[in-house]
């Protein structure tokens, strides 16, 4: 029992994570075994699979959803005939027929890309923690920013805790917190603060590069005031009001609604509006600001063809431009020697996402922004602008110390019945009439009254967040357990008596357990 726990790497940025991997999978190799390496998304990590291939040659095979069936076909044939020995690829590459597999290796495990929002909704994690127990195979789980409910497994002792405090190369970088209340009182009306123009002046004259990080996460819509940093929540979720073309501002967990204020309600100033920011929004600014620079942007609209991303990628690896501007895919993992500073244009957005992960988010996004800087150099600089710098998500990503967000994060979720403290399962409800989703939804909230469990707590149903989608209705409950398998019981439960249920006849209902998103 003892050796099958899963291994949790926790290093900091740059700390050489990539290298134990392939210690790792060279171990396997000379025992005869065959590894599986999994990435968010593979094709951000151009690096990471040419590191493979020098060290290992033609036996890694990369596997990911952008290969045609063919394609796909081939490298599965090559796994059975033991030409491909180790496997780099998206959540997907889970499933390829190994004859001897060895190790499961999930590298950035924190990241959302590895729990499926499609049907089959499935998590790789879970499922590599199944096959690892199952198969007795090592799986490895490695992150600078480990999710929260995965720390809390290694403080309970369900994962083996590995520690990697230092860089390999490079020293960790120094960041300053810029209050932007404070700039735009100075009559700064920019969206780049004084110091980050100057460290971007510093660094096109050191012919060093620079990468902005806009922080898009969550960003849609929600109200906040420009002088006090203000957000307007709802009285009832602890979650902002998002701005509707209507003029009004609704939550999207309890459905509350009320008018968008002219005036900020704490502090009276009339710069209030819904927030938002775009890429080439900031790529023109930079633009108009430094007219020597060259610039590069890396966001869905110039990565959506194929080969986006490499392309943009060894761009500016080869120093063709000076400045990358981009939202969080430019964060994820990249080496590049040359950049000793990173721009945080606005650390907020993500806090205000409709999702008590928020925080969460921030911090890991932030962290890994900041990660970007001084990988082989010891002067790397991070500018984190912001309108909340008292934010300890904010605070801490700023000293880059984990710990001292968890403690902090682990006594909301705490207060709050939130995971991993409590299990969440999400159930949706779609409907071409909005009646009969709402009765289904009632009539499961009956059920589930009638199952009992005393512990097992009913939020809902209320309209989901997205209300409409491809011209479906969709209304949504939650339900809170500090115990999963209760959860997946309950799941089983409801889903024998669907089979009989008139009330439902009309709808497709789909359970979620702790959904990446709300709903």
Known sequence: EENKKPYMIHGVTGSGKTEVYMEIIDYAL????????????????????????????????????????GEKHDVFKAIKQGKIRILIGARSALFAPFNSLGVIIIDEFHEGAYKSEMNPKFSAIEVGKYMALKRNITLVLGSATPSLESYFNAQTGKYKLHRLTSREKGKLAQVSVVDMRKELKNDNKSMFSMEL??????????????MLFINRRGYAGFVSCRECGEAVKCPHCDVTLKAHNNGKMVCHYCGYEEPIPRLCPKCGSKYIAG????????????????????????????????????EILSAFANHQADILVGTQMIVKGHDFPLVTLVGIIAADLSLYAQDYRASERTFQLLTQAIGRAGRKSDHGEAVIQTYHPENYSIVAASRQDYKEFYNQEILYRTMSGYPPVMQIMAILITSDQLEDGRAAGEWLKTELEHMQDADCHVIGPVDAGIFKLKDRYRTVLYLKHSNIHALTGIKNKLELKLKTCKTAEHTDIYFDLNPMTGY
């Open 275 to 310: 927030f938002g920011i775009g890429t080439q929004k900031v790529e023109t600014m930079i633009k108009k600001e430094f007219p020597q620079a060259k610039v590069l942007r890396m966001d869905f609209d110039t990565t959506s063809r194929k080969g986006g991303h490499e």
């Open 197 to 210: 123009k100057q460290l971007i002046n510093d660094r096109l004259e050191k012919k060093q590069q620079t």
């Open 30 to 69: 000379k025992q005869g075994l065959d590894s599986i390496f999994l990435v968010p998304e593979i094709s951000l990590t151009p690096q990471t699979i040419s590191r493979l291939k020098n060290r290992f040659g033609n036996i890694v095979g990369v596997f990911h959803s952008k290969l045609s069936e």
